[in-house]
């Protein structure tokens, strides 16, 4: 019932977004005497902003062409190179000869894209050989491919680090936080050769008893039954992934929307002048934003209940009774270097909730535990942006480095 109200909503949006799209094209073309004035200019910038906002976002392209290793510009081509039902393996491939740390990123599953990720993929580029999950939205997955819940997010994450083999780094950005805790807790304890060499967490809820945020407390209001009945819904029929159960990105945005909604609106009010003044920068950043952030993927229902009954309401990993697949959780097996990384603003991830991985890991020497905690940044700001790419980054790359033996 969810997912076919929104589909009827999308279905009369159309047509208010093609007349959106029409008028904006009368009041801009040169031929208007109008364009040039503040009500054609103002016409034209309403018109934009509400085609926009009634647009259907697709999966947006990381689009990442070049890089500069050293002082050189080099070519950087994409590579799947493991596919799953549920994710696929990119390899940001550079043109050059030299060997750089091996990275995996471990994307968020959590309504958007892998594609979020892409300020934090380019500023790693010049210096790391760079992969990354780029997890498939649910609803485009037929239901002949099964289920996939936390427990096969651990096995996705294993099997890539195998794959990759024993010298990759492993950089989790939020909610992959705790998985990965997990699956280099089992590698750890079955003494795996191509267990990662360093994990670097950030901005993840690894102890959300810590600092709790607005998404923690609405966790802990509510009920599994809650959330069953009123966030979980079904992919209609003319989606691959039909009669699959998910938690719809829809949902996702529109409770991270609601968290900032008046620094939305003002984004958007500022758009609006930032069109009449003809600030075309400013403008093409604040479009470039949005059709990231407003693209968005479904999960499956499995997976979403599972990770907020582990990790958001009994807190089963910093207590030390999570176990997967009858597998206990360990975190004090793993000897591998571990940098946290958290912002002093984040609203999703308080302060300290990343920072608990070093409790549960005694057996870790002291000199192979770092944190940071980035000031005036929130959550996006940790791995996007000026200061991720000047003053957080940075760090990371010493760190791997300072933990890679190759």
């Known amino acids: ?21 029409a008028l904006e094209q009368v009041y801009s073309h040169p031929y208007n005497p109008l364009t040039d004035t503040w009500f054609g200019k103002s016409v034209a910038a309403s018109a934009e902003i509400v085609a926009r906002l009634t647009q259907n976002y697709a999966k947006p392209a990381f689009g990442l062409r070049t890089t500069r290793v050293g002082n050189e510009t080099v070519a950087v081509n994409e590579e799947i190179l493991v596919r799953k039902p549920f994710c696929q393996l990119l390899r940001f491939r550079r043109d050059t000869a030299r060997r750089d740390p091996k990275v995996l990123v471990v994307a968020p599953m959590s309504g958007h ?44 994450v294993i099997e890539l680090c195998r794959y990759l083999g024993p010298d990759v780094h492993v950089i989790a950005v939020c909610q992959p936080s705790v998985p990965v805790m997990g699956a280099a807790s089992l590698m750890a304890e079955a003494r795996d050769p191509r267990q990662p060499r360093s994990i670097t967490l ?47 990105g829809f949902l996702q945005l529109t409770s991270f929307i609601s968290m900032n909604f008046d620094r939305h609106v003002n984004a958007h009010m ?58 206990k959780i360990e975190p004090s097996h793993i000897e591998t270097a571990l940098m946290t990384v958290e912002g002093e603003l984040d609203d999703i991830s308080g302060v300290g909730q990343t920072k608990a991985a070093h409790a549960l890991t005694p057996n870790i020497p002291g000199a192979r535990h ?15 942006g000026r200061k991720w790419r000047e003053q957080i980054m940075p760090r990371v790359r010493s760190f791997i480095r300072d933990n890679d033996a190759s």
Do not use: C
Request: glycine residues 6%; without cysteine.
């Open 1 to 21: 019932m969810l997912y076919a109200a929104y589909e009827l909503h999308r279905a009369l949006a159309g047509p208010v977004r093609l007349w959106a799209n």
């Open 113 to 156: 894209f892998a594609t979020l990720l892409r300020g934090t993929v380019e500023a790693l580029l010049p210096d790391h050989d760079v992969h990354i999950t780029d997890w498939t939205d649910a609803r485009e997955v037929p239901l002949a491919y099964g289920n996939f819940d936390l427990d096969d997010y651990i096995d996705y």
């Open 202 to 248: 950030m901005g993840g809820p690894i102890d959300t008893r810590r600092s709790p945020t607005l998404p923690n407390d609405l966790a802990m209001r509510n009920s599994m039954m809650w959330f069953r009945q009123n966030v979980i819904s079904t992919v209609p029929f003319h989606y691959p992934g039909a009669m699959r159960r998910v938690y719809p």
């Open 270 to 327: 500022r758009q609006f002048e930032h069109l009449i003044k003809g600030d075309d920068d400013s403008a093409d950043a604040h479009r470039t934003f949005y059709d990231e952030y407003l693209a968005v993927m479904d999960l499956t229902a499995e997976f979403y209940l599972q990770t907020i009954e582990v990790v958001f309401k009994e807190h089963q990993l910093p207590r030390g009774v999570w176990q997967s697949r009858g597998r």
């Open 370 to 384: 770092v944190h940071w905690e980035q000031p005036r940044v929130g959550h996006y700001g940790i791995f996007n």
